[in-house]
C-alpha cells in the first residue's frame, strides 16, 4: 500500500483569512495535479463539522490513504485533523498540515505570491505524507498526585480543588509561610473584604487537609519524567527549628539578640523582627524559622554565651545542627504558581523614592494601614519626634507600568482598582486628609470596579490626569511637579506623602522554573501559556499548567478563577488516570546500528541504552529506545553516523522529498 | 535578468520556539517577504547537516536554521548540538566556497514574532547580494 498512496489534499480558506491573500482554487487545482493526489478540495472552514465530514467522506469513499490538510498551523489544529483520520478508520499520523495561513495568508500581501507559495508548501506536504508510517499512540499510567509550586492564593485554591477531588498533593513554599502577597494586603478591591479574612482560613485548610503534604521553606531542585510521570526532587531548607516540636509560642523571638533589628520582608521593611521569627501573626505553619543569613550564631558561631533562643524555649525544637533535606516523589501533573514580584520605584529616580522617606509604594501604605501592620494600622510616616500624620496625600499610577522607558509595555491590572482602594482606606482613616491620584488613564474593568471607582471619587478622592515628571523637597513638603492635561495646565502640588502604585513583574528567580522545566516566557517575562485565548492555563510541556501572576499581572478574583482552571486541567490527567504519550519517538535499526554509542552519549533524556543481540551467531552491542523516556526530539536521528537511529514521522527519507520540492520550487 | 532576482530559500526551525515565532508573526500580521519556506522538526537537534546541503543542492539560494534560545530548548540540550554543528558546518561551507550570506543560524523564541521578520528579512537581504546559487544544483525535482 505504500508504494501507491491516495492521497486527499483539502485546502482551507479559513472564512477570508486564507481566501483573501490566496488563491485556494488554483491551490487546490494545483495539488490535483501532483503525484498521488486523489482528490484535492477547498472549503470555507475544513475544521468545522462539515469540512470534517468532507474528509471522512473521501476517506470511505474514495479509499484515501493519506490526507494534506492546507490551513492554519499545526500548532492549531493537527490534533483536530488527527482525530478526524482517526474518526475515518485511518491512522491519525497519516496527516500533515500545510500552513499556508500563519506562515503565508497573514504574512504576505501580493496575492500572487502568497499563492505560489501556499502551492510550495502544500507540494512539500504532499511529498512528505506518502512516506508517513502508521504509528502507534501509547497509553502510560499517571501517578495519582500533584505538584504545586507556589503557596500563594493561586496556589492554595488549586491545591484545596485538587486535593478535594481525592487526589494527593504536594505543595512547595519558597517562603516559610504560604499565603503569598495576598497574606500583606489590608483590604482587597471594590467589596473591601478583610484580605486576612477571607485567606487564612484557606491557609489553614491547606496545612490540615489530609490529601496536602506542604513543604514550606522549601524549593524544587530538580524535575524529570514525562506527563503523567513527573520525578520531583525538593529540598527543604534547614529551619534550624524542629517543626514537630515549635510550638509558636515566639518566646526564642522575645529572647533573641536580634530582636527589632532586622527589616520585616513580611511589613516591607517598615517594620523589624528577630534572626529567628514568624514572617506574620497568622502565618501557616505557625512554626518559627531562623534566618541563617542573619543569626549570630549561624553567621558568626558565636551568640553572647549562648544563643538565647535555646534557652527560651520551653520545648526544646531550637537545632543548629539542622541540614537541609532533600527528598524526592513522583506527580502525574504540576501547577506553576510562582507569582511576582513588584516593580522596584527606585528604577524611575524622578520620583524620589530612594531619596524620601515619605514617597512609599502602594503596598507599604498597604502594611501601614493593615491593623496588623507595624502601626497597628495608623498611617504615620516617620519614627518618634519627627512623625507625621499626612494630611495632603498624593497617589501616582502606571510606577513601572505602560511604561517603556523601564521596559514594562503592558498594564499591571491592579494599581489602578489598588489606588482607589487605599485612597479610600486613607480617607477613611485620615478623613481630613485631601487625596489625589496622578493616572493616566483609569482601568476599571471588573465586577464593580467602575462602581467602586464613582465612590471613591465621590468620596472626594480628586483625580488628576497626567504623570508627574519629577518629585522634590522643598521645606517639609515634596513638591510634584506634574501636568494636568485635562485642564492644559502645568502645576506644583505640595503635598505630605506619595504612594507609588507599582506594578507587576516576573519574579528574579523566574529562570529557575523554566530551566528545570523548559517553559517559555512572553516577551513581558511572564511564563508563557499554551495559546492565549483557548489555552490559558496549559504551557507546552505536557501535563504542567500556570495558575495566578506566573502567567502574567491579574486581580484576586481572576487569580482564583484560573487556579480553578489549572486544577481542573491537571484533575482530568488525575481521574482519567492515563494519558496518551508521544508516538513521534525514535526508533534505531539494530541491523544496521553498528553499536557505537554515540546516541546513547547525545540522548539528552538517557532514552537509549546500549544492549547486546545476537546478530547472526555472533553477539553484538547496538543501541536500543526506552519507549517510555524518549520525547521525540530526534537528536540521536540528526547524530547517528550510519541512520540507524531515526525518529517517527520526522525520518531522513520523509524529511529529505520536502527539501527537494522546497529547493527546487522557485 | 530586468526582474530583481528573487531568491529561494528554505528554513529548518523546530516546533517549539522558532515555529511559534513564526505563528506569532501571522497572527500578528507582520508581514515579510514571501522567500522563505519552513520545513518544521521537533527540534534544532534534529537537524542533519546534510539537510542543508541537500537543500543548496536542490535549488534553494540559502538556508536558515532556527530554533529556541541557548538555555530554552524544550528537550535540554538540541539547540546546544544544533548550535555546535552549524557553527562548524558554516565554516565547511565557506571552504567548499559557498558565500556564508547563504547560510544563517538564528535564535527565535514562541513570542518573538517581530524578531522572526528580521530574521528572515536578513536571511532574503543577504541571499538577494550574492545572486542565485548554482554550484550545487541538480535542477529538478527529485524525489
Same mark, same amino acid.
Request: charged share 25%.
Given at each position: 500500500?505504500?508504494?501507491?498512496?491516495?492521497?486527499?489534499?483539502?485546502?482551507?480558506?479559513?472564512?477570508?483569512?486564507?481566501?483573501?491573500?490566496?488563491?485556494?482554487?488554483?491551490?487546490?487545482?494545483?495539488?490535483?495535479?501532483?503525484?498521488?493526489?486523489?482528490?484535492?478540495?477547498?472549503?470555507?472552514?475544513?475544521?468545522?463539522?462539515?469540512?470534517?465530514?468532507?474528509?471522512?467522506?473521501?476517506?470511505?469513499?474514495?479509499?484515501?490513504?493519506?490526507?494534506?490538510?492546507?490551513?492554519?498551523?499545526?500548532?492549531?489544529?493537527?490534533?483536530?485533523?488527527?482525530?478526524?483520520?482517526?474518526?475515518?478508520?485511518?491512522?491519525?499520523?497519516?496527516?500533515?498540515?500545510?500552513?499556508?495561513?500563519?506562515?503565508?495568508?497573514?504574512?504576505?500581501?501580493?496575492?500572487?505570491?502568497?499563492?505560489?507559495?501556499?502551492?510550495?508548501?502544500?507540494?512539500?506536504?504532499?511529498?512528505?505524507?506518502?512516506?508517513?508510517?502508521?504509528?502507534?499512540?501509547?497509553?502510560?499510567?499517571?501517578?495519582?498526585?500533584?505538584?504545586?509550586?507556589? &503557596? &500563594?492564593?493561586?496556589?492554595?485554591?488549586?491545591?484545596?480543588?485538587?486535593?478535594?477531588?481525592?487526589?494527593?498533593?504536594?505543595?512547595?513554599?519558597?517562603?516559610?509561610?504560604?499565603?503569598?502577597?495576598?497574606?500583606?494586603?489590608?483590604?482587597?478591591?471594590?467589596?473591601?473584604?478583610?484580605?486576612?479574612?477571607?485567606?487564612?482560613?484557606?491557609?489553614?485548610?491547606?496545612?490540615?487537609?489530609?490529601?496536602?503534604?506542604?513543604?514550606?521553606?522549601?524549593?524544587?531542585?530538580?524535575?524529570?519524567?514525562?506527563?503523567?510521570?513527573?520525578?520531583?526532587?525538593?529540598?527543604?531548607?534547614?529551619?534550624?527549628?524542629?517543626?514537630?516540636?515549635?510550638?509558636?509560642?515566639?518566646?526564642?523571638?522575645?529572647?533573641?539578640?536580634?530582636?527589632?533589628?532586622?527589616?520585616?520582608?513580611?511589613?516591607?521593611?517598615?517594620?523589624?523582627?528577630?534572626?529567628?521569627?514568624?514572617?506574620?501573626?497568622?502565618?501557616?505553619?505557625?512554626?518559627?524559622?531562623?534566618?541563617?543569613?542573619?543569626?549570630?550564631?549561624?553567621?558568626?558561631?558565636?551568640?553572647?554565651?549562648?544563643?538565647?533562643?535555646?534557652?527560651?524555649?520551653?520545648?526544646?525544637?531550637?537545632?543548629?545542627?539542622?541540614?537541609?533535606?532533600?527528598?524526592?516523589?513522583?506527580?502525574?501533573?504540576?501547577?506553576?504558581?510562582?507569582?511576582?514580584?513588584? !516593580?522596584?520605584?527606585?528604577?524611575?529616580?524622578?520620583?524620589?523614592?530612594?531619596?524620601?522617606?515619605?514617597?512609599?509604594?502602594?503596598?507599604?501604605?498597604?502594611?501601614?494601614?493593615?491593623?496588623?501592620?507595624?502601626?497597628?494600622?495608623?498611617?504615620?510616616?516617620?519614627?518618634?519626634?519627627?512623625?507625621?500624620?499626612?494630611?495632603?496625600?498624593? !497617589?501616582?499610577?502606571?510606577?513601572?507600568?505602560?511604561?517603556?522607558?523601564?521596559?514594562?509595555?503592558?498594564?499591571?491590572?491592579?494599581?489602578?482598582?489598588?489606588?482607589?482602594?487605599?485612597?479610600?482606606?486613607?480617607?477613611?482613616?485620615?478623613? /481630613?486628609?485631601?487625596?489625589?491620584?496622578?493616572?493616566?488613564?483609569?482601568?476599571?474593568?471588573?465586577?464593580?470596579?467602575?462602581?467602586?471607582?464613582?465612590?471613591?471619587?465621590?468620596?472626594?478622592?480628586?483625580?488628576?490626569?497626567?504623570?508627574?515628571?519629577?518629585?522634590?523637597?522643598?521645606?517639609?513638603?515634596?513638591?510634584?511637579?506634574?501636568?494636568?492635561?485635562?485642564?492644559?495646565?502645568?502645576?506644583?502640588?505640595?503635598? /505630605?506623602?506619595?504612594?507609588?502604585?507599582?506594578?507587576?513583574?516576573?519574579?528574579?528567580?523566574?529562570?529557575?522554573?523554566?530551566?528545570?522545566?523548559?517553559?517559555?516566557?512572553?516577551?513581558?517575562?511572564?511564563?508563557?501559556?499554551?495559546?492565549?485565548?483557548?489555552?490559558?492555563?496549559?504551557?507546552?510541556?505536557?501535563?504542567?499548567?500556570?495558575?495566578?501572576?506566573?502567567?502574567?499581572?491579574?486581580?484576586?478574583?481572576?487569580?482564583?478563577?484560573?487556579?480553578?482552571?489549572?486544577?481542573?486541567?491537571?484533575?482530568?490527567?488525575?481521574?482519567?488516570?492515563?494519558?496518551?504519550?508521544?508516538?513521534?519517538?525514535?526508533?534505531?535499526?539494530?541491523?544496521?546500528?553498528?553499536?557505537?554509542?554515540?546516541?546513547?552519549?547525545?540522548?539528552?533524556?538517557?532514552?537509549?541504552?546500549?544492549?547486546?543481540?545476537?546478530?547472526?551467531?555472533?553477539?553484538?552491542?547496538?543501541?536500543?529506545?526506552?519507549?517510555?523516556?524518549?520525547?521525540?526530539?530526534?537528536?540521536?536521528?540528526?547524530?547517528?553516523?550510519?541512520?540507524?537511529?531515526?525518529?517517527?514521522?520526522?525520518?531522513?527519507?520523509?524529511?529529505?522529498?520536502?527539501?527537494?520540492?522546497?529547493?527546487?520550487?522557485? | 535578468?530586468?526582474?530583481? =532576482?528573487?531568491?529561494?530559500?528554505?528554513?529548518?526551525?523546530?516546533?517549539?520556539?522558532?515555529?511559534?515565532?513564526?505563528?506569532?508573526?501571522?497572527?500578528?500580521?507582520?508581514?515579510?517577504?514571501?522567500?522563505? *519556506?519552513?520545513? $518544521?522538526?521537533?527540534?534544532? @537537534? $534534529?537537524?542533519?547537516?546534510? =539537510?542543508?546541503?541537500?537543500?543548496?543542492?536542490? @535549488?534553494?539560494?540559502?538556508?536558515?536554521?532556527?530554533?529556541?534560545?541557548? @538555555?530554552?530548548?524544550?528537550?535540554?540540550?538540541?539547540?546546544?548540538?544544533?548550535?555546535? $554543528?552549524?557553527?562548524?558546518?558554516?565554516?565547511?561551507?565557506?571552504?567548499? @566556497?559557498?558565500?556564508?550570506?547563504? =547560510?544563517?543560524? *538564528?535564535?527565535?523564541?514562541?513570542?518573538?514574532?517581530?524578531?522572526?521578520?528580521?530574521?528572515?528579512?536578513?536571511?532574503?537581504?543577504?541571499?538577494?547580494?550574492?545572486?542565485? =546559487?548554482?554550484?550545487?544544483?541538480?535542477?529538478?525535482?527529485?524525489?
Amino acid at each position: 500500500m505504500n508504494n501507491k498512496p491516495k492521497i486527499g489534499v483539502y485546502v482551507c480558506h479559513c472564512g477570508m483569512n486564507i481566501a483573501k491573500t490566496v488563491d485556494v482554487e488554483a491551490v487546490s487545482e494545483f495539488a490535483s495535479r501532483l503525484p498521488y493526489v486523489k482528490v484535492a478540495r477547498n472549503y470555507s472552514y475544513m475544521c468545522s463539522d462539515p469540512g470534517q465530514q468532507l474528509i471522512k467522506e473521501d476517506i470511505k469513499n474514495e479509499g484515501l490513504t493519506r490526507v494534506v490538510v492546507a490551513s492554519c498551523s499545526p500548532r492549531m489544529h493537527e490534533n483536530t485533523f488527527r482525530k478526524t483520520l482517526a474518526a475515518a478508520g485511518l491512522n491519525p499520523y497519516y496527516l500533515e498540515m500545510a500552513n499556508i495561513r500563519e506562515h503565508c495568508s497573514w504574512v504576505h500581501e501580493n496575492r500572487e505570491e502568497a499563492t505560489a507559495k501556499a502551492k510550495k508548501l502544500v507540494y512539500a506536504a504532499v511529498a512528505k505524507v506518502r512516506l508517513l508510517e502508521p504509528l502507534e499512540e501509547k497509553e502510560v499510567e499517571v501517578e495519582p498526585s500533584a505538584l504545586i509550586v507556589g &503557596g &500563594g492564593i493561586a496556589g492554595i485554591q488549586a491545591a484545596l480543588d485538587i486535593a478535594a477531588a481525592g487526589f494527593k498533593v504536594y505543595m512547595v513554599e519558597k517562603t516559610p509561610s504560604v499565603g503569598g502577597k495576598m497574606s500583606q494586603l489590608d483590604k482587597t478591591f471594590p467589596t473591601l473584604d478583610c484580605s486576612a479574612c477571607i485567606l487564612t482560613p484557606k491557609m489553614v485548610d491547606v496545612a490540615s487537609h489530609p490529601n496536602i503534604e506542604l513543604m514550606t521553606y522549601s524549593q524544587v531542585e530538580d524535575i524529570t519524567g514525562y506527563v503523567g510521570n513527573f520525578n520531583v526532587k525538593v529540598r527543604k531548607k534547614a529551619r534550624y527549628v524542629d517543626i514537630n516540636k515549635c510550638t509558636g509560642c515566639g518566646a526564642c523571638a522575645q529572647e533573641c539578640r536580634l530582636a527589632g533589628t532586622i527589616p520585616s520582608e513580611f511589613n516591607m521593611g517598615l517594620g523589624k523582627r528577630a534572626a529567628i521569627y514568624l514572617p506574620f501573626p497568622q502565618a501557616v505553619p505557625a512554626k518559627y524559622t531562623i534566618d541563617k543569613e542573619r543569626c549570630l550564631f549561624l553567621t558568626r558561631g558565636k551568640c553572647g554565651k549562648g544563643p538565647k533562643c535555646i534557652e527560651a524555649c520551653a520545648a526544646g525544637a531550637i537545632n543548629f545542627e539542622q541540614q537541609d533535606e532533600i527528598v524526592e516523589f513522583k506527580v502525574g501533573t504540576i501547577i506553576i504558581a510562582t507569582g511576582y514580584e513588584l !516593580f522596584d520605584p527606585a528604577k524611575k529616580p524622578e520620583y524620589g523614592y530612594a531619596d524620601y522617606d515619605n514617597v512609599i509604594t502602594g503596598l507599604e501604605l498597604e502594611r501601614l494601614v493593615a491593623a496588623s501592620g507595624p502601626t497597628g494600622g495608623e498611617i504615620v510616616i516617620g519614627k518618634g519626634e519627627k512623625a507625621i500624620v499626612p494630611k495632603e496625600v498624593a !497617589f501616582i499610577s502606571c510606577v513601572g507600568s505602560r511604561d517603556e522607558s523601564v521596559g514594562k509595555p503592558y498594564c499591571s491590572r491592579v494599581c489602578c482598582m489598588y489606588s482607589a482602594k487605599l485612597a479610600h482606606l486613607v480617607t477613611e482613616k485620615l478623613p /481630613d486628609a485631601n487625596v489625589r491620584i496622578y493616572y493616566m488613564d483609569v482601568r476599571a474593568f471588573g465586577k464593580g470596579y467602575e462602581e467602586f471607582y464613582d465612590r471613591v471619587r465621590r468620596e472626594g478622592v480628586r483625580y488628576i490626569r497626567g504623570n508627574p515628571s519629577e518629585i522634590f523637597k522643598r521645606g517639609d513638603k515634596l513638591v510634584i511637579k506634574a501636568e494636568d492635561t485635562l485642564a492644559g495646565r502645568t502645576l506644583e502640588d505640595e503635598v /505630605d506623602l506619595v504612594v507609588l502604585a507599582t506594578g507587576l513583574e516576573p519574579r528574579q528567580d523566574a529562570r529557575e522554573i523554566i530551566d528545570i522545566l523548559k517553559l517559555s516566557q512572553s516577551a513581558d517575562g511572564f511564563y508563557l501559556e499554551a495559546h492565549p485565548k483557548l489555552a490559558p492555563v496549559d504551557t507546552a510541556t505536557d501535563g504542567v499548567y500556570l495558575a495566578g501572576c506566573a502567567q502574567g499581572p491579574k486581580d484576586i478574583p481572576d487569580t482564583v478563577a484560573q487556579a480553578k482552571g489549572a486544577a481542573s486541567s491537571a484533575l482530568i490527567l488525575l481521574s482519567s488516570g492515563k494519558v496518551k504519550v508521544q508516538a513521534q519517538i525514535s526508533n534505531i535499526n539494530e541491523a544496521t546500528c553498528r553499536g557505537c554509542g554515540y546516541c546513547v552519549e547525545i540522548c539528552p533524556f538517557g532514552a537509549i541504552d546500549l544492549v547486546e543481540v545476537n546478530r547472526m551467531g555472533n553477539i553484538v552491542q547496538v543501541a536500543r529506545v526506552n519507549e517510555a523516556l524518549c520525547k521525540g526530539c530526534g537528536a540521536c536521528a540528526a547524530g547517528c553516523f550510519s541512520g540507524s537511529a531515526q525518529q517517527k514521522s520526522f525520518k531522513d527519507q520523509q524529511i529529505l522529498p520536502q527539501i527537494a520540492v522546497l529547493g527546487a520550487m522557485k | 535578468m530586468s526582474e530583481q =532576482f528573487e531568491p529561494n530559500l528554505v528554513a529548518f526551525v523546530c516546533n517549539w520556539c522558532t515555529y511559534a515565532g513564526a505563528d506569532l508573526a501571522g497572527t500578528s500580521r507582520i508581514q515579510y517577504p514571501p522567500n522563505l *519556506s519552513v520545513i $518544521r522538526v521537533m527540534c534544532t @537537534g $534534529r537537524i542533519n547537516p546534510l =539537510f542543508v546541503l541537500n537543500a543548496l543542492q536542490q @535549488g534553494a539560494d540559502g538556508v536558515l536554521v532556527s530554533g529556541c534560545h541557548p @538555555g530554552d530548548c524544550h528537550y535540554m540540550e538540541g539547540n546546544y548540538y544544533a548550535r555546535r $554543528r552549524f557553527t562548524l558546518m558554516k565554516d565547511l561551507l565557506e571552504y567548499v @566556497g559557498v558565500d556564508p550570506k547563504r =547560510f544563517h543560524m *538564528s535564535w527565535v523564541s514562541a513570542s518573538e514574532g517581530a524578531k522572526w521578520k528580521e530574521v528572515v528579512e536578513t536571511t532574503v537581504n543577504e541571499a538577494k547580494e550574492v545572486g542565485p =546559487f548554482e554550484q550545487f544544483q541538480r535542477n529538478k525535482i527529485n524525489w
